[in-house]
């Protein structure tokens, strides 16, 4: 598999500092962007959404700089 160019470029989170590879896209180009868990603005959740936005932006900033290289 290696041969045939699988795994080529994958980034192992827990090797990348802050443990999030934020660049790095494993789902397929039709499912990119896709949100499937939204948390309500009730209890804890309102705190889980804050920390999904933000990481979320950061995501969305790692790949806005990897695409203007």
Not at 28 to 47: C, H, K, N
């Amino acid at each position: 598999m290696k041969g045939l160019g699988y795994g080529k470029g994958y980034q192992y989170d827990h090797d990348v500092d802050g443990g999030v590879a934020f660049d790095q896209q494993c789902l397929p180009d039709a499912l990119d962007g896709t949100a499937f868990y939204t948390p309500t603005d009730r209890g804890l959740e309102s705190r889980f959404r804050e920390k999904l936005e933000a990481l979320r932006d950061m995501r969305r900033e790692a790949r806005a700089t990897r695409t203007s290289r």
